[in-house]
């Protein structure tokens, strides 16, 4: 298994859905867990990090299902502005205190009017 | 507060030169990352360093160097530039590197071609 598996997509929604993707990882032992958004030809950015259960700000809610390995994001009310890759991140087994995050591939999401 | 600068932020080398890519954080930030990012791909992580003086490899570093003399600067360098390094590279910066607190910031990349 890879250490962190995303479906590349891409997801077609139109304006105003919900849409819902998973990240899978592999190294049960992780206790924190990232979101970034990365826009075309841009520099990924933060979104929401997971330390327990979920997070939810806004639009934007981040689950953590520990028992499958997997964590979600779901965004509701989908806008045009939403469109971009959506990368999910993991620090790697015996990262320690390096700060080290293994990035997945990214989902893209295109949302259309 | 300009956070993480990179340069140059495009460039095109001919295959077996040398160059250097500058990165530079004004947040006294301790930890410092290269990612490269290929087309449709996640980033993967070619050198970290925890401090000034402290440098380790991470996923890929095979082809590339870093040093890190000041808190501030983390320039990677690229010897002998092979067809297989053309990416986007990433530097990003962490306050700390205890997971539960820490998020990235990034520059804003530099786009590299070697022909």
């Known amino acids: 298994r890879k250490e962190v598996e995303q479906d590349p997509g891409p997801f077609n929604v139109p304006e105003g859905a919900t849409v819902a993707f998973n990240c899978t990882y592999s190294?049960?032992?992780?206790?924190?867990f990232f979101w970034y958004r990365q826009d075309c030809r841009k520099e990924p950015k933060l979104l929401m990090s997971?330390?327990?259960s979920g997070n939810e700000d806004g639009r934007f809610t981040a689950q953590l299902n520990r028992a499958s390995q997997y964590i979600s994001l779901l965004i509701r009310d989908s806008k045009l502005s939403d469109s971009a890759t959506y990368l999910c991140?993991?620090?790697?087994?015996?990262?320690?205190?390096?700060?080290?995050?293994?990035f997945g591939q990214g989902t893209t999401l295109q949302v259309k009017p | 507060n300009a956070g993480v600068t990179q340069t140059p932020k495009f460039r095109i080398l001919k295959i077996g030169q040398s160059m250097t890519l500058q990165c530079t954080q004004d947040?006294?930030?301790?930890?410092m990352y290269w990612y490269r990012q290929d087309p449709g791909m996640g980033l993967k992580l070619i050198y970290y360093?925890?401090?000034?003086?402290?440098?380790d490899k991470g996923e890929v570093p095979n082809g590339y160097n870093v040093s890190r003399s000041t808190t501030e600067d983390f320039p990677l360098r690229l010897e002998l530039a092979a067809p297989s390094q053309t990416s986007v590279y990433f530097c990003?910066?962490?306050?700390?590197?205890?997971?539960?607190?820490?998020?990235?910031?990034f520059g804003s990349g530099t786009r590299l071609t070697v022909v």
């Open positions: 990003a910066s962490s306050s700390t590197g205890q997971p539960a607190n820490y998020g990235y910031t």
């Open positions: 190294n049960s032992a992780s206790q924190s």
């Open positions: 997971v330390y327990s």
């Open positions: 991140a993991v620090p790697p087994r015996g990262s320690g205190n390096t700060g080290k995050l293994i």
């Open positions: 947040m006294n930030h301790n930890y």
């Open positions: 360093s925890v401090g000034a003086g402290i440098t």
